[in-house]
């Protein structure tokens, strides 16, 4: 039982390019979330999904967008990457909506 | 406005020196606060879930308690290990997205 897994663990990016930041989880959850996190904030909400199929806006949104065509995957995809974009991401799932989020470890993204 | 204010934002104790950390919020109608740890170059680690005013949770040197305005992370006798950023969470009602995260405590516990 792996839990969240996120690739990669790190990355760099040029100014434009585009990346999908990769999230699967294994305890069937249902719910699962893209965070950011910027030093001395709070984790702030980029979407979430309810199931596979339906995905929603947090709210961070712009800049990026997911798919979750099956319950164990939800990727994150952004396009023409920007230095406002540089961040830590967590990916995290939970089974109810009021249980204890399950995060991955993170990928450190750098935009050059 | 719904906000979660945590303090101090970095705390630095001696081993064995107790002390605790707070989680303020202003939520109408809590449906939960969530505590996590979270270590370096690591996603957060849940702690403790409390739903209602007056309820505690404990788990070695941790006590979390629950209040209607806030809550509190008390760590006894904290040692080394206990360093990392603590942060609290706080799920309101209005939907699946209404968990909000507070910036967090960094702790640094010195031998």
Redesign the interface.
């Known amino acids: 039982n792996a839990g969240v897994t996120q690739t990669p663990k790190f990355r760099i990016l040029k100014i434009g390019q585009s990346m999908t930041l990769q999230c699967a989880q294994d305890m069937n959850h249902n719910y699962m979330y893209w965070y950011r996190q910027d030093p001395g904030m709070g984790l702030k909400l980029i979407y979430y999904s309810v199931g596979a199929g339906i995905t929603d806006k947090g709210e961070v949104p712009n800049g990026y967008n997911v798919s979750r065509s099956t319950t164990e995957y939800f990727p994150l995809r952004l396009e023409l990457a920007a230095p406002s974009q540089t961040s830590v991401y967590f990916c995290a799932s939970r089974g109810q909506d009021n249980s204890p989020l399950h995060f991955g470890n993170g990928t450190r993204l750098t935009v050059t | 406005e719904d906000q ?1 204010t945590q303090s101090p ?1 970095a705390l630095r104790l001696q081993e064995g020196e107790s002390s605790s950390l707070n989680c303020s919020y202003t939520v109408s109608g809590l ?2 606060l ?1 505590w ?1 740890r979270q270590d370096p ?6 702690l403790f ?1 409390l739903y209602s005013a007056g309820e505690e949770k404990e788990k070695e040197r941790l006590k979390a308690t629950l209040t209607k305005k806030e809550s509190f992370l008390h760590i006894t006798a904290p040692k080394p290990e206990d360093s990392a950023t603590y ?1 609290c ?1 706080v ?1 309101a009602p209005g939907g ?2 209404k ?6 405590t960094r702790l640094a516990v010195h031998p």
Request: charged fraction near 15%; glycine fraction near 20%.
């Open positions: 979660v934002e449906r939960g969530f996590y170059g690591k996603g957060p680690e849940f879930t942060l969470a799920q699946y997205n968990l909000i995260f507070g910036a967090g």
